[in-house]
């Protein structure tokens, strides 16, 4: 994380996980978060930077392992049909 205590802001990659999808494998991406500090413990403003493409690729590889597994929904199974179709 970076501290910019001129600024009162907090920058840091957030690593948001996904489930096991059925064998164990760890599936997940990052995001970088701006949090601006308010001041008497609040924050004032968050923004969260993604890379779409990352997290689509995440979700794609995290899903057929899952269906793989039998663990994927039918929804999850409509989803990585787009996916694989992008």
Not at 16 to 45: K, Q
Not at 53 to 75: H, I, P, Y
Request: with cysteine.
């Amino acid at each position: 994380a970076v501290l910019d205590p001129e600024q009162r802001r907090v920058v840091c990659e957030i690593n948001n996980p996904m489930r096991d999808p059925g064998d164990g494998s760890v599936h997940g991406a990052t995001n970088i978060t701006i949090l601006d500090y308010a001041g008497d413990d609040l924050w004032a403003r968050e923004e969260d930077v993604y890379n779409p493409q990352k997290f689509a690729e995440m979700t794609r590889d995290w899903s057929r392992v899952a269906r793989d597994c039998g663990t994927l929904s039918d929804e999850g199974a409509r989803l990585l049909a787009y996916l694989e179709r992008a």
